[in-house]
Each structure stands twice: as C-alpha cells, then as structure tokens.
C-alpha cells in the first residue's frame, strides 16, 4: 500500500512539474500586458483578455508560415514513415550479409548532433540548388527522423511473430497481403510513436529553417515566431499567444493518430 501511494504522489509530482510550463503559457496569453510586466508572479490571471490572441493571429504571416510549415512537417513525416517502416520490415525479417552493421550504424547515425550538420547540408542544399526553397526541409527533416522511425519500427516488428504471416499465406495470402492484413494492422502503436516523434521533431525546428530559408513567404512557424522580439523589446503577451496557437497542430495530429492507433490494434486481432 506504502509503495502505491508513494508511486501515485511521485506521478503527481512529475505530471505538475511537466505541465506547469504549457499553464504559464496559457496563463500569460490571457494576461493584459500590465500584469506581464509586473514584477507578481500571479498563478492565476487576476484579469483576463483575448487581446494577446488577436494580435498573434492578425501578426502578418501567420497562416502562410503556417501552411508551410504544415506542407514540410507532414511530408518529412510520411516519407520517413513509409521508408521506415520498408527499412525496419527489411531489417527484421530478411538475413543479408552484414544486417548487423547496418543496423548498429542506424543507431549511430542518430548520435550526430544535428546542429553539427548544419554547415554540410548547407553545402549540399546549396550545390542542389535548393536553398530558399521548401522541399530543403523537408529532405532534411527527413534524413533526421528516418533513422529512428526505422530503429523503432524494427523493434515493433520484431515483436510481431512471424508465424502469424505464416498462417495467413497457408490460407492463401500472398507474402505482400500478408504483412498488409496482419503485421500492418498489428503496427499501430509503433507507427504512431514514430509519427508523433517525426511530426514533433520537423515541428519544431527552427536553426535550418533560419539558416536556409531567406524569404520570409517562406518561412515556417518558429521563425515567424521569433518576430515577436525585435530591437525595441519582446512582445510576450503575443509570443504566449503565438506559442498556444503553435502547439495546437500538434494536439490536433496526436489525437487523430492515437485514435487511429486504437483501430489499429483491434483491427490487426480479428484479420488473417
């Protein structure tokens, strides 16, 4: 009993400690810029103003820097998740010389410190042609994400047994129809868990989007997020009201796929 209620008040704990940073955000995009500056530290708005919202939405360049970061975000992730998951299905399932080593350096390509390869992708973008230009991004995004949406779906499909594709050709699947009516159903929670990190990873990039991105039509939310500092100070009520209306995509895309997830898993028990 000690040992629950211990466990309980530790997640307690840790749940206030993670969330209290997104309620200062909230709270503060609901301030009057007044109390923002006050030197209280109020836990609770004594007053309350949408005032902080219309002025982030109404900052010029908003929806275009949304809509591109919408386009590079979701086409960073579906490209790393269909050749993730056609890498992890190789890794997993096939024996080929040096399946080891290929595996080990997916894991060490993603050590590289990813600010590290700032100047080379430059360079390279550059040599392509392809600076100021979104689809920079997203190859970018891309060559970050894939490495561990095709380490962790290994994993997943590592533990779906390979008899179950098996039975499904002995009732005369073909190996194709297989995997798409068993183990794809059966990779739910994996495809969502990469998803989630590919999404929150391109989401939130802003060094090479800074670096290679020059026109401002182009730029994508946390660039055009750092418009709200400028050399004459920062605009924390919309910065607090930009940030709640940046994180809102993200909410949005985990709800749909979590709920996908669930379908997922129950649709991969009853198929074969």
Same mark, same amino acid.
């Given at each position: 009993?000690?040992?629950?209620?211990?466990?309980?008040?530790?997640?307690?704990?840790?749940?206030?400690?993670?969330?209290?940073?997104?309620?200062?955000?909230?709270?503060?995009?609901?301030?009057?810029?007044?109390?923002?500056?006050?030197?209280?530290?109020?836990?609770?708005?004594?007053?309350?103003?949408?005032?902080?919202?219309?002025?982030?939405?109404?900052?010029?360049?908003?929806?275009?820097?949304?809509?591109?970061?919408?386009?590079?975000?979701?086409?960073?992730?579906?490209?790393?998740?269909?050749?993730?998951?056609?890498?992890?299905?190789?890794?997993?399932?096939?024996?080929?010389?040096?399946?080891? /080593?290929?595996?080990?350096?997916?894991?060490?390509? /993603?050590?590289?410190?990813?600010?590290?390869?700032?100047?080379?992708?430059?360079?390279?973008?550059?040599?392509?042609?392809?600076? =100021?230009?979104?689809?920079?991004?997203?190859?970018?995004?891309?060559?970050?994400?894939?490495?561990?949406?095709?380490?962790?779906?290994?994993?997943?499909?590592?533990?779906?047994?390979?008899?179950?594709?098996?039975?499904?050709?002995?009732?005369?699947?073909?190996?194709?129809?297989?995997?798409?009516?068993?183990?794809?159903?059966?990779?739910?929670?994996?495809?969502?868990?990469?998803?989630?990190?590919?999404?929150?990873?391109?989401?939130?990039?802003?060094?090479?989007?800074?670096?290679?991105?020059? =026109? /401002?039509?182009?730029?994508?939310?946390?660039?055009?997020?750092?418009?709200?500092?400028?050399?004459?100070?920062?605009?924390?009520?919309?910065?607090?009201?930009?940030?709640?209306?940046?994180?809102?995509?993200?909410?949005?895309?985990?709800?749909?796929?979590?709920?996908?997830?669930?379908?997922?898993?129950?649709?991969?028990?009853?198929?074969?």
């Amino acid at each position: 009993m000690t040992k629950k209620v211990t466990a309980n008040v530790v997640g307690v704990v840790l749940a206030v400690f993670f969330a209290f940073p997104v309620y200062w955000m909230l709270s503060s995009a609901f301030k009057p810029t007044k109390d923002l500056v006050s030197s209280d530290y109020d836990l609770v708005p004594l007053s309350v103003t949408a005032t902080n919202f219309a002025t982030a939405w109404n900052k010029p360049g908003f929806l275009g820097a949304m809509g591109n970061s919408l386009f590079v975000t979701l086409g960073a992730v579906l490209a790393s998740i269909v050749v993730g998951l056609l890498a992890a299905v190789a890794m997993s399932r096939m024996r080929f010389k040096g399946r080891k /080593q290929f595996v080990l350096l997916m894991l060490v390509a /993603q050590m590289a410190p990813f600010e590290a390869l700032l100047i080379p992708m430059f360079l390279m973008m550059r040599d392509l042609e392809l600076l =100021d230009r979104l689809p920079s991004l997203i190859l970018i995004y891309f060559a970050v994400t894939l490495p561990f949406c095709a380490w962790t779906l290994r994993g997943f499909v590592n533990g779906i047994p390979l008899e179950l594709e098996e039975a499904a050709m002995v009732d005369g699947c073909g190996r194709w129809g297989a995997f798409r009516r068993v183990t794809l159903p059966l990779l739910g929670p994996g495809l969502v868990a990469t998803s989630v990190f590919a999404f929150v990873t391109a989401w939130n990039e802003f060094l090479y989007a800074l670096s290679l991105i020059k =026109d /401002q039509s182009k730029e994508t939310l946390p660039v055009w997020l750092s418009g709200f500092q400028t050399a004459f100070g920062t605009d924390w009520g919309g910065a607090m009201a930009a940030s709640a209306l940046f994180t809102l995509p993200v909410l949005v895309f985990f709800l749909i796929v979590q709920r996908k997830m669930v379908t997922g898993v129950t649709a991969g028990a009853v198929k074969g």
